[in-house]
Every structure is written in C-alpha cells, then in structure tokens.
T-cell receptor
C-alpha cells in the first residue's frame, strides 16, 4: 500500500504528558498537511509544509503544538502538556508537485488521541 | 465568517432513492471544490472535484456534483443510492485568496444511512 500512513493509530495519554505523531506521505509528494477532526465536525486545517518548509500555520496551532518535516519526507506533530481539549483525530494528507494549481489531497487513516 | 455549510447532518434513505446533499460556501473569488467520503472504518477518500470548466462534474461510484457560482453552491447528487453508499460525506473548499490555495476548508459533514 503506497498511501499516506500515520503512526500510531490510537494514543491514550494522561493530561500533561507530551505526545508525538508521525506521518509518512505518499512517495514524492512534496506537500504535506495536518488537520484535526473532532466528533461531529469536519477536519480543521492545522499546518502545511512544502518540502521541509512550514509555510502556513493555523491559529488553532497553539504554542503547545509543533510540527516538523526535517528532510521533506515524513513529518511529526508534537503536542506538549496535553489537555483534554486536545482529544481528537489528527489527520495527515499529502499532495503532489505542481500541476497547475490543482491541489488534490490524499488523506491518511489518522491518529486518534484520547487525553484522560 | 467565511465557512462551508452542509445543510443536512443526517440523511436516511432507502435503496434506489435519489440523493442530493447540499453544500454552500461563503468565499469570494476563485475556489476549488471537493467532495470527500468516509466509509465506516476507513479514511477520507476523494469522491469528486471541481477546478474549472464544465460546472457539472462526475466522480466515482455514480456520484456527480454541480457548481453554481451565483449561488456559491456545490451540491452532490446520485440518482439511485445503494446500501454501500452508507458513509459520511464532506464538502471542502480550497480558496485561492492570500495563498489559501494550500488548505481545505471542510463542512461539518453529512451522515448518510441507506437501508436495504
């Protein structure tokens, strides 16, 4: 399967702990996105990478959140000092190199975070 | 506030019934439009997309959508649903302003249940 993969698929943590999620995009996709989805809502944009550069961050991404894509391949999303409000599904998506301005995004299965 | 609205949160249909799911957005200017589907236990998958040209677009599994620019709408249709269409459907907009072409803005989703 050459789709977007995410690890872990589920994470349960206690409030105040740090967590880190990993996303492996489709090979050769240079664009990578993180979204967060809570129950009953659609995904909300968090941040965007083009290669290793983080080009856009949502106001949803507080100082406790940090994302990296060190070599322009996989990406990590870290949440420090987790809070119960961080409980959500964290989705990663990737899209291919420029073909006009038609950015079609391919989503991974997500990491479900539960903060107790 | 700029947003994407899906009018129906839950839809219940019998097999062979026709389907129309509404989607309206409030962004001015050029947009790319998408419908994504999430089958139970699976990740988000692209159903169809509109970038330019013919405002009636056809997607996979017999779905189609019509872009009506004057109404800021992109409604999803299928003439005859099947039990296997049971899923959650998300409308998404990719606005071009201010470099916003990098992210998708999702509606809250519509849960469709098709009864045999």
């Amino acid at each position: 399967d050459t789709g977007v993969s995410q690890d872990p698929r589920h994470k349960i943590t206690k409030r105040g702990q740090n967590v880190t999620f990993r996303c492996d995009p489709i090979s050769e996709h240079n664009r990578l996105y993180w979204y967060r989805q809570t129950l009953g809502q659609g995904p909300e944009f968090l941040t965007y990478f083009q290669n290793e550069a983080q080009l856009e961050k949502s106001r949803l991404l507080s100082d406790r959140f940090s994302a990296e894509r060190p070599k322009g391949s996989f990406s990590t999303l870290e949440i420090q000092r987790t809070e119960q409000g961080d409980s959500a599904m964290y989705l990663c998506a990737s899209s291919p190199r420029d073909r006009g301005l038609s950015y079609e995004q391919y989503f991974g299965p997500g990491t479900r975070l539960t903060v107790t | 506030a700029q947003s994407v609205s899906q009018h129906n949160h839950h839809v219940i249909l019998s097999e062979a019934a026709s389907l129309e799911l509404g989607c309206n957005y409030s962004y001015g200017g050029t947009v790319n439009l998408f419908w994504y589907v999430q089958y139970p236990g699976q990740h988000l998958q692209l159903l169809l997309k509109y970038f330019s040209g013919d405002p009636l677009v056809k997607g996979i599994k017999g779905f189609e959508a019509e872009f009506i620019k004057s109404k800021f709408s992109f409604n999803l249709r299928k003439p005859s649903v099947q039990w296997s269409d049971t899923a959650e459907y998300f409308c998404a907009v990719n606005p071009w302003f201010s470099g916003g072409y990098n992210k998708l803005i999702f509606g809250a989703g519509t849960r469709l249940a098709v009864h045999p």
